[in-house]
């Protein structure tokens, strides 16, 4: 399939590499157009003039931008180029509502929409190894299904419209949950004063192993908190399970409520554009203070 890539930041670039490899990239589109010219260098992929012209000549395209106006934004205009029979992946993490709008807006005009945000981080997508949620029509995904599978090791249906984000949410509440976890409880090691080195080695391959801590572990400990993963971007997805949890008044959720009052506290600081790992930075004030 001619595939064409909107959005080539930490994820998007990339998958547009790896689609590269696959041999699928056919155009690229980046708001900052420097990213996109430095990629085209790259892989020889002309750099569409705009969404719109993109639109025109591609069979699939994969957008991968920050926030649910974003989605919105590339979405209309990829509609005022559509040709019917286009499929559009959406693997930015944004609203079920999102999701809706945006598979309504491209209804109109014959193409399809799939949210199919992913997870498994910037080696994820290095590798092409992400984890892929998917919600639409299950047909428009098994069409689709060969040309993922050059970005992602396992595709998942999980159902109508929305649902691919509705499970994003699911797992990005869980990834806050496990941030507060490892920071804490290395945090703690640390203050003990054991070789946290030696102690990252062992635990990783014990039961209380995780993606997190075996990637941003040491990391952490050495005070480096590059992207990865935007803090401020795992605070909207936050916001966003937030507002899903209106559908169920009376209900609280402890670690969703405790990680945005962490994280808004170190985006007051400057620390948005850190990685999530930038929460050992509260985690470590707090127990030698
Ligand atoms: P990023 O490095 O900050 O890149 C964001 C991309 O979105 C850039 O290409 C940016 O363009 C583009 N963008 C932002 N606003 C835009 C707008 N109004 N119009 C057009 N383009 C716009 O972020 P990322 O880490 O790749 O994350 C992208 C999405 O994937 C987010 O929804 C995030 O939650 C999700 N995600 C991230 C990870 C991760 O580990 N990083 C994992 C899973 C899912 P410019 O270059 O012009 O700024």
């Not at 996109?36 to 002309?46: D, H, N, P, R, S």
């Not at 012209?53 to 649910?68: H, K, P, Q």
């Not at 509502?97 to 910037?122: H, I, M, N, Q, R």
Request: aromatic share 4%.
């Amino acid at each position: 399939m001619k595939v064409g890539v909107i959005g080539l930041g930490a994820m998007g670039a990339y998958m547009a590499m790896n689609f590269n490899k696959a041999g699928h990239l056919h155009r690229i589109w980046n708001r900052t157009a420097q990213k996109a010219e430095a990629l085209a260098e790259q892989t020889g992929v002309e750099v569409a003039e705009n969404p719109s012209a993109l639109a025109g000549t591609c069979e699939l395209i994969l957008i991968c931008v920050s926030r649910d106006t974003d989605v919105l934004e590339m979405v209309e205009q990829i509609a005022a180029g559509v040709r019917p029979g286009i499929i559009v992946v959406d693997t930015s993490t944004v609203s079920s509502e999102t999701a809706t709008k945006a598979a309504s807006l491209l209804a109109g005009k014959g193409g399809s929409f799939l949210d199919c945000p992913v997870s498994g981080g910037v080696e994820g997508a290095k590798n092409a190894a992400l984890a892929m949620m998917v919600g639409g029509d299950e047909a428009v995904l098994e069409r689709a299904r060969d040309t993922l599978a050059s970005i992602a090791s396992n595709i998942v249906y999980i159902g109508p419209t929305g649902s691919g984000q509705a499970c994003k949410a699911v797992n990005q509440l869980m990834a806050a949950g496990i941030n507060q976890a490892v920071t804490e409880a290395l945090s703690f090691g640390e203050a003990m004063g054991l070789n946290m080195d030696n102690v990252i080695d062992v635990v990783s391959t014990g039961a209380a192993g995780n993606w997190f801590l075996s990637h941003r572990g040491k990391s952490m400990l050495a005070g480096s908190y590059a992207p990865g993963f935007k803090l401020a971007l795992h605070h909207k997805d936050l916001t966003i399970c937030q507002s899903m949890l209106q559908k169920f008044p009376g209900t609280s959720l402890p670690i969703l409520e405790m990680t945005l009052v962490h994280y808004q506290r170190l985006m007051d600081q400057g620390f948005g554009d850190e990685d999530i790992s930038a929460l050992y930075r509260l985690k470590k004030i707090q127990l030698q203070g």
